[in-house]
């Protein structure tokens, strides 16, 4: 199946699809507070209980008018496709490509765009605050917002944050048409929504369907993603506009749309509100976005993995790398560590650890749980600030059959380890081949990747890494640590 992710950007009334895109951007908690008018009128309500149909009308007439067009004037080259692929995240540091490369993302397909695309946003407070897509305004000089009396107005971008695709525009206005902002935690999956944007140049659009999932992550269209699943028609130009609820509330900004043709298929995206409200005032405020830092790299539990490490069950995040100095180094966070519960909360998985570290307000003293060699330990960590330039590490843990057939390993040089944008003094063993569809290649393990561990064993040296392999018994699940373009990541290879 040719899967695409669309952008719901639109290109002017008739607008042709813009080909298939992804868009950097999990949950965090900004430490700013809400600077919305308190002046704020409520619009019409709902009660949710109704039959089908009962007070939509009112919700779409109290809501539409303060959904807005907005048309940026952009000149030069704008990013506006890529390939996506599944990325796992890292705490805290630079893309990854297929399979876990570090290096360029997947070719962007540069188009000349004068006049600029259409895309759709909200009013959520009555002086004019307009939130959005981070893409509808990527890159503009100059951007229109008009409303659908017609009423034109020249917009200010007040901060953009690319991570959650979320930017929030300026008008110059009083006592405009505003949705209120609802809560995102309390929608429950199948619960009607409306969805209104203006798709196709065709302003003031209002579509009708029900939240089919929520929480959705690790869909490669952002590198924070909390989605809310809709069946609600979502097209190009929807981009930035309104999910309310039946009382006509926003609980989402419509962002993406699962595609094979571009067009409606009935899986759209949205961003919750109760990410884009912390986004929102934190831009409003302060211009950007903080977020909570913990300073380590994690990657999931496979079942391999969890046998290795000596665990009953595949749940928490494993720490593949703890940097020096970071937040989580002063507290005593390891390499190997896997973090299993964080502030009293349980950790499923690298994305829910995620969540909840960048949720949390910098500074707050927040307790890990961890497991170590077996043993639980606690351990209390002082939040830190999320640098803006952090690394997203891919976690690439396939599983092997077979042996080390098929590898070829070489002693990792000052000049070698330069041209892999090593450390000079990293120590290892480089695979300089793996044979396709040998046990190893099976495992994840690529060409470039530095060995440093079997079997928490170090490996300086190709003797080394025979020396350990000769003593690997078949059947067992070996636990390489290897370091892939600077980052480091646990492999596990059944024998």
Known sequence: MNRSWQRTLGAGAGAAVLGAAMIWGGLFLSTSHAVTSPAQTAVATTPAAQPPGAGFTDVARAVTPAVVNITPSIAGKTA???????????????????RGHRGPQPPFDPRERRGGGMGSGVIVSPDGYIITNNHVVDGAKDVTVTLPDKREFKGKIVGTDPKTD?????????????????DSSKLQVGEYVLAIGNPFGLNSTVTLGIVSALGRGRMGITQYEDFIQTDAAINPGNSGGALVNTKGELIGINTAIFSQTGGYQGVGFAVPTAMAKPVYESLVKTGKVVRGYLGISIQDLTQDLSKSFGLKESKGALVSEVKEDSPADQAGLKQGDVIIGYQGSPVEDAVALQRLVTRTAVGTKATVKVIRDGQ?????????????TVQIAKADTGQAEGALAGVTVQDLDRETARELGLRSQMQGVVVTNVEPDSGADRAGLMPGDVIREINRQPVKSVKDFEKVSAHLKKGEHALFLINRRGAALFLSVKV
């Open 80 to 98: 506006d496709s890529r390939e996506p692929h599944e990325r796992m995240e890292e705490f805290f540091g630079a893309p990854f490509g297929p």
């Open 166 to 182: 979320l930017a929030v525009v300026k008008i110059e206005g009083q006592n405009l048409p505003y949705v209120p902002w609802g």
């Open 376 to 388: 639980e330990k606690e351990l209390t960590v002082t939040i830190g600030e999320q640098p803006d």
